[in-house]
């Protein structure tokens, strides 16, 4: 066991503070890496509040952060995938049982014994798994990432999150070149939809409540943007989608974009609104249409959206901000004041 600096919250109202936490030696499979740049996930701030106690308690310290980007700094004897100073990442997940039907199918996120990266029991030291708002972190090589070497490492670190949750429904729904393809709400993750499905050949149509975020999304990718409080606007898109990536978190209307999908067309839910949504059901079965929801996506589908944006060229839009804005960060986020993710630097963490 060896000591890290880390910033965590002692409880559901104090803000982060630094700390000093334990991480575990390396076993003979584990990759340990120096950290670079951490994403702030908003899901990060709702762990760290508590805000998800009836689903997912939080424990307490918590230390949050599961869009790691850095270096490899010792490797275990039987690790065969990573060495001594290669660029590494890790995502939401940090284990799992390898044997159950969905770890053999490549789908460890829906793994019924996955390890999530932080506020999960660990195997290893019998109390929570800490994230990556740490100097370091110590992970099996099943959950270590390869990250393209042209990719500026801070943009780089909310693809693990924001990148693989829009990815992979992506994926999943068959979006390539001639397909139209919506993206509801412009935010963290649906300027990553953007890129993506402009990157994968689709015709791009981004809706927004945001007069102001027209010129943004055209510079993102989008080949056309759709002020969603307009009907004569909506109305010209009715029945013409293969498929709508709903990125928005807030109560919204989600018949009005289940009636732009085509016949068998889909719109999968990466947003998580609070209150549930009224779905008129004649909306979906007089298209054949469909309404489906999204968490990440498996380790190899993760590596292979990484090669992707490798390819292609595409990070996150960040503001790098050094650990000691955390908290004003968390306050800006609640405000969705940022374009569109923020990257701690961890390298303010040694002054901290």
Known sequence: MYNAKAYSAASATSPLAHTTITRRDPTDSDVQIEILFCGICHSDLHQVRNEWSGVMPTVYPCVPGHEIVGRVTKVGSAVTKFKTGDLAAVGCMVDSDGTCPECREGLEQFCPNLTLTYNFPDKHTGGVTYGGYSESVVVDQRFVLRVPSNLNPAGAAPLLCAGITTWSPMHHWGVTKGKKVGVVGLGGLGHMGVKFAHALGARVVVFTTSPSKKDDALRLGADEVVISRNADEMAKHAGSFDFILDAVSADHDINAYIGLLRRDGNLTLVGAPEKPLALAAFGLIMGRRSLSGSPIGGIAETQEMLDFCGKHNIT?????????????????????????????????????
Request: charged letters at 30%; hydrophobic letters at 45%.
């Open 316 to 352: 996150s839009d960040v503001e790098v901000i050094p650990i000691q804005k955390v908290n004003e960060a968390y306050e800006r986020l609640v405000k969705a004041d940022v374009k569109y993710r923020f990257s701690i630097d961890m390298a303010s963490l040694k002054a901290a």
